[in-house]
């Protein structure tokens, strides 16, 4: 959209103030206040762009904790949009942790106490029957993504009933940050099928539905019900499914991927900037991904949707499917799944490891832990997904530096609290050459008159991007090949290829326009496999017109015809 244009409102007055898509605050000319009906709404002295971000940063500085510093955000965004949405690309480094991880999880926490209202749906189950008319009631009509939750599995804080609202719009507004998405093209929306965090349930202060979890057909049914209202208010829109319970995430992307355009961010967004965190490492050990051994420890939907991808990558390097498997090893709660594992889901299954591949292993009992595996099987790459503050001790990350020359550690957990290891830790205890992400935002680190630079493995490297890419083209699905082609040219802009001490992600301030690049690889990818109607040559400039920069425009009055 053209950072000039001038949108005709019907409404006047306090009516445009209300919406926050509309509202320019102070920033409203003389010339708008005139035609709109503003004057004495407004202090009369006229702000401009650069005096109000001046204003909010002075006012978002003195909140003293993240979570203050968040509410002001909210505030902000549910008064005048275009504003925070200008303010925020400006402080992208410094805001993002509190949009998003680690803070938007402190947020999920106290919702129903901090509630702040917002653009989006709350469905909830005992509204079933009338999905459709809910849908009618959000007045925005060229709704181009919704993020949704049903908030079972928010971060690594488990069940939030509602509070899983906070992960949608989080998550929306790095759509319209870093993808380009106009903010009036986004939905958000919160599945309300009750929550099992008995904390909530005796909480008075709870605005969610106060009763348990629906399962079974009663949930599934609520969940095709809200498919089809969704596709006749928006029939192209673009689902990115957030945050779902390990058993309901990959039956519901598996069920609905093929006729509606959605993916599950959880399961592939994840995988994809985990692999492309793995491209930029191999390429500073200047190895191939057929030479590695990978341990994931936590087999959860993102555990098994990296395994998935990782399959797909070696496959795709040559691999045969069998000799790819033996090359991932899937640790759950009850240790590596293996052979005789009890209680192994089918997602989990593919990566069970046969009694061939471990009979020379050293073993003391049935249960093969993450020590276990990692003293047996030698790992080159090490991940962590399973929400296990500290799993990654001392010893195990030791064992492994014994076997490899530079171990690939990622303790991708978040919030912070949930994390495997510390950065520091695994470079202390491998005396430097570790290589590092992480799932939530850490400091640098010095080790050794050294400063280290630690890239958060934050899906906002992936979704944005791929989001954009699907839209552009008009895709008819988004399928792994779009996420693999991602994660390739995620890789290729790590400044770790430079700096041996790098960040292996691109620093924040450039993710908008990598986002465009990823965009650029996924559309093609789509006219490569045939999911979509657009030709190459029409790919760049598809995206350009999809992308909207923050900015105020000109507001009119449009006067109603006799």
Not at 257 to 280: E, H, K, P
């Amino acid at each position: 959209m053209a950072k000039h244009e001038v949108i005709h409102l019907t409404k006047r007055g306090a009516e445009v103030l209300s919406r926050s898509l509309f509202n320019k605050g102070t920033a409203f000319t003389l010339e708008e206040r005139d035609a709109l009906g503003l004057h004495g709404l407004l202090p009369p002295k006229v702000s401009s762009l650069e005096d109000q971000i001046k204003r909010t940063y002075l006012n978002y500085s003195e909140k003293r904790t993240p979570l203050e510093k968040y509410q002001a955000l909210m505030a902000l965004m549910g008064r005048n949009e275009l504003l925070f949405y200008q303010f925020t690309l400006r402080y992208a480094q410094e805001i993002l942790p509190i949009i998003y991880t680690p803070t938007v999880g402190e947020a999920a926490l106290h919702y129903s106490r901090i509630y702040f209202h917002q653009r989006g749906l709350y469905i909830s189950y005992p509204l079933k029957d009338r999905l459709h008319e809910i849908l009618e009631n959000y007045s925005l009509e060229q709704v181009e993504v919704i993020v949704v939750t049903d908030g079972e599995r928010i971060l690594g804080l488990g069940d939030q009933g509602i509070g899983g609202m906070t992960i949608p719009i989080g998550k929306l507004a790095l759509y319209t940050l870093f993808g380009g998405i106009h903010p009036a093209r986004t939905l958000p929306i919160i599945l309300d099928v009750g929550t099992n965090n008995q904390e909530l349930l005796k909480d008075e202060l709870y605005l969610g539905w106060n009763h348990p979890r629906i399962i079974g057909k009663e949930y599934d049914d609520f969940i095709e019900g809200f498919v089809e209202a969704v596709k006749r208010r928006y029939p192209k829109v673009l689902v990115q499914w957030e945050d779902f319970g390990r058993g309901n995430a990959r039956r519901i992307l598996e069920k609905f991927r093929g006729t509606l355009l959605s993916f599950n961010d959880d399961i592939q967004g994840t995988a994809a900037v985990t692999l492309g965190a793995i491209y930029a490492a191999l390429q500073v050990k200047k190895e191939t991904l057929g030479q590695q051994k990978i341990v994931i420890f936590g087999a959860g939907s993102a555990g098994t949707g990296i395994a998935d991808m990782l399959l797909l990558a070696l496959q795709e390097e040559g691999l045969e499917k069998e000799e790819a498997l033996h090359r991932i090893f899937l640790i759950d709660q009850d240790g590596l799944i293996h052979f005789s594992s009890k209680q192994v889901s089918a997602s989990q299954r593919l990566y069970s490891q046969g009694q061939a591949a471990l009979e020379n292993w050293d073993l003391k009992a049935e249960d093969i832990s993450l020590f276990d595996t990692v003293k047996n099987a030698h790992p080159t790459i090490l991940i962590g997904t399973s929400a296990v503050p500290g799993a990654f001790n001392k010893g195990v990350v030791q064992e492994m530096a014994k076997h490899v020359k530079r171990p690939v550690l990622f303790p991708l957990s978040n919030p912070t609290s949930r994390v495997e290891c510390t950065p520091e830790e695994a470079l202390l205890w491998t005396d430097g050459r570790a290589i590092i992400a992480t799932g939530s935002p850490f400091p640098d680190v010095e080790y050794k008159h050294r400063k280290y630079k630690i890239g958060q493995c934050n899906n906002v490297y992936i979704f944005p991007g791929v989001g954009l890419g699907a839209l552009a083209v008009r895709a008819k699905q988004i399928t792994e090949g779009m996420f693999l082609d991602a994660a390739k040219t995620l890789a290729s802009f790590s400044p770790a290829l430079k700096d041996p001490t790098g960040s292996l992600f691109p620093d924040i301030e450039e993710v908008r326009w990598v986002s465009r690049q990823i965009a650029l690889s996924v559309a093609k990818r789509a006219c490569q496999e045939g999911v979509t109607d657009c030709a190459v040559e029409d790919i760049e400039s598809a995206i350009e017109n999809e992308i909207w920069e923050p900015h105020y425009p000109r507001f009119a009055i449009r006067i109603p015809h006799a």
